[in-house]
């Protein structure tokens, strides 16, 4: 079955430089989570859409922004990155009418330096 | 304070003992539970997945239990394998408009020893 997309898998960034993450969510899937998770950290949650609208707001940096498209994938723009930006960033998703189980996909590693 | 707290933080034990996991939360309302494995590195991987009105889950050697009145879950892991060396965070969800949203919980992290 068709699991969850993420692109890049890695990427190396310099300070004060930008990223852009993508996430295609399963087929039929509505809902898109956006996770961080910092070296020996749990995953805290940054952000959701659901059916293109921003449905829920965590711990979510004001450098950083996201968009659901109407493919329902989903891009996290990371502007004037910082050291502490270097985590893995994990995309989930989900559809609505169903168990509410959140799909999570293989993550990217951002690295700034 | 977090909505979901877990304990312990850290847990060692040897290969075939068994051992058990707990979360606490206070989220209300409260849709359903989920326990996590997490490899580091990896995405979490779903072990169960409980609502309001299930007490227990079992998945393989995993077992999760439910008191929604105490607002209590535990995780218990059977004949522990190296493999089991992992992660666990248990997950609430709760409902907010018009999705779920997930509170995950501080987790524990277990080392099975040889």
């Known amino acids: 079955a068709a699991g969850v997309i993420q692109s890049p898998r890695h990427l190396i960034k310099e300070k004060r430089e930008t990223a852009t993450l993508k996430c295609y969510p399963i087929p039929r899937h509505d809902t898109v989570y956006w996770y961080q998770q910092g070296p020996g950290q749990d995953p805290q949650f940054l952000i959701s859409f659901y059916e293109k609208m921003q449905s829920d707001k965590g711990s979510i940096p004001d450098r950083f922004s996201a968009q659901q498209f109407s493919d329902y994938h989903s891009e996290l723009n990371m502007s004037s990155l910082e050291l502490g930006d270097s985590a893995l960033y994990f995309c989930?998703?989900?559809?609505?009418?169903?168990?509410?189980?959140?799909?999570f996909g293989p993550g990217t590693r951002l690295t700034v330096t | 304070k977090n909505q979901v707290e877990q304990s312990p933080q850290s847990l060692i034990i040897l290969e075939g003992k068994n051992c058990t996991l707990q979360c606490n939360y206070t989220v209300s309302p409260f849709s359903n539970l989920r326990w996590y494995k997490q490899d580091t590195g990896r995405g979490p991987v779903s072990l169960t997945i409980?609502?309001?009105?299930?007490n227990t889950k079992s998945n393989g050697r995993y077992t999760a239990t439910l008191d929604a009145d105490t607002k209590q879950s535990s995780l218990h892991i059977t004949a522990s394998q190296l493999s089991d060396s992992a992660s666990y965070i248990c997950?609430?969800?709760?409902?907010?408009?018009?999705?779920?949203?997930?509170?995950f919980g501080t987790g524990t992290r277990l080392k099975v020893l040889a």
């Open positions: 409980m609502t309001f009105s299930e």
């Open positions: 997950v609430v969800s709760a409902p907010t408009s018009g999705t779920y949203k997930y509170i």
């Open positions: 989930a998703s989900s559809h609505r009418t169903e168990t509410y189980e959140q799909y």
